[in-house]
Structures are given as structure tokens and as C-alpha cells.
């Protein structure tokens, strides 16, 4: 019975690395791909060397699973860095970043992305003083996230920076004193990104 676990470590097993879909769970030893670090099934069984084009959905699905989004908000995405002056993964890789929710979780407010997108949806979250519920709002330089002033807001945001394990990243800060807040200090670049991505990969098959 131990070895059985819901669709979303399935996910983490099938591509291979943590996607931290769990929040915390994936810094334990409970974490399903630690217990069992091989794709879901009871019996495994020897698998074809995946084809060109497998390799690169594979590598856009596990994008698109770790900052939860769906097909058509992931070609909107990937419409706008087309449009953009520079590398074209590197611009995409950088909008998804920049999603209100990813920053939520990013900078310790969350315990996962799917936690922050309830907290953004339910209004815990204010970006310059302005009560913000929109999850794929894009983050500026400069921007300051604060917990709105609250007791429900405050203790979801206390209890995930109790059991917050990881380092805020360097194109954020953050303020625990008082009433949690954080800034945006600039753009996330490709060294931002938590996850090893092939974006080239990504972009020739959206290409096509």
C-alpha cells in the first residue's frame, strides 16, 4: 500500500525529476519519486528509446505541469516570447516565471503553486496595495507582494513560511517582519528557473 499515490507524483515519476507539485512533501523522504524514482505501473517493463518528437513534448509537458497551465494559456505564452526582442525560450522560460503564482510559492507565501493560486484567487495577495486574483498576472521590477492584513491571510502565509525549506530566489526579497511582504527586485532570467529545462527543445516543437 505504500507504494500507491495519487495522479500528481504520478507525474514527478513519469518525467523523471521533482516537480514539487506537493509543496513540502518533495523535501521528505515521503515523497513518492525518493520512495520510487521509476514511471508509475506495477510492472515495469523495458521501454523503446522515446522517438525526437517524445523527447520534446515531453519536455513541454513537464513545463506546463510545473507551472500549471494549460494548452491554450502555454501557446499564448509562447506566442508572446515569438514576439519578443532575444531568445525566444529564455523570454518564455522568463513569463512563466513572472505568473503571480510562481511568486507566491517562490518567494515562501505557498507551500506549492496550486496552494498560491487559491491564495491569489481568494484575494490573500496584494501587489503595490491593490488586491490582485488573477494568477497569471505577469510581476514587474519593482513590484511589492504583500499578505493582506487579515487573520485568514496571515496564517496561511505563517504556516507556509514555518515549513518553507528552500532559498528565496536572487531576483526576490523578502520582509517577514510584521505583515509578510516581498519585492520584485528584477526580471527572472534563465538561471532563475528552479527546474533543468531544455527550452530549445520546446520552441522547435512549437514551432512546427
Known amino acids: 500500500m505504500g507504494r500507491i499515490t495519487g495522479p500528481v507524483c504520478r507525474l514527478c515519476r513519469r518525467d523523471g525529476l521533482k516537480l514539487f507539485l506537493k ?49 491554450r494559456q502555454f501557446r499564448t505564452y509562447f506566442a508572446r516570447a515569438e514576439r519578443g526582442s532575444g531568445n525566444t525560450g529564455e523570454i518564455l522560460m522568463s513569463l512563466l516565471e513572472r505568473r503571480l503564482d510562481n511568486i507566491v510559492h517562490r518567494i515562501g507565501f505557498a507551500a506549492s503553486r496550486s496552494a498560491a493560486r487559491q491564495m491569489v484567487m481568494h484575494g490573500h495577495i496584494t501587489i503595490n496595495g491593490r488586491r490582485v486574483d488573477v494568477p497569471s498576472y505577469q510581476v514587474k521590477a519593482g513590484d511589492l507582494l504583500r499578505v493582506k492584513n487579515r487573520v485568514k491571510s496571515l496564517q496561511l502565509v505563517h504556516a507556509a513560511l514555518a515549513e518553507s525549506r528552500r532559498e528565496v530566489p536572487d531576483f526576490l526579497t523578502r520582509s517577514d517582519e510584521g505583515v509578510p511582504e516581498g519585492r520584485v527586485d528584477r526580471l527572472p532570467s534563465a538561471e532563475d528557473v528552479s527546474i533543468p529545462v531544455q527550452a530549445n527543445l520546446i520552441i522547435e516543437l512549437c514551432s512546427k
Request: hydrophobic residues 20%.
Open 23 to 71: 509543496g513540502n512533501r518533495c523535501d521528505t523522504p515521503k515523497c513518492a519519486f525518493e520512495r520510487r524514482p521509476t514511471p508509475p505501473g506495477m510492472v515495469q517493463k523495458r521501454r523503446s528509446k522515446p522517438t525526437e518528437y517524445g523527447l520534446h513534448l515531453r519536455e513541454k509537458q513537464k513545463v506546463k505541469h510545473y507551472y500549471g497551465v494549460l494548452e
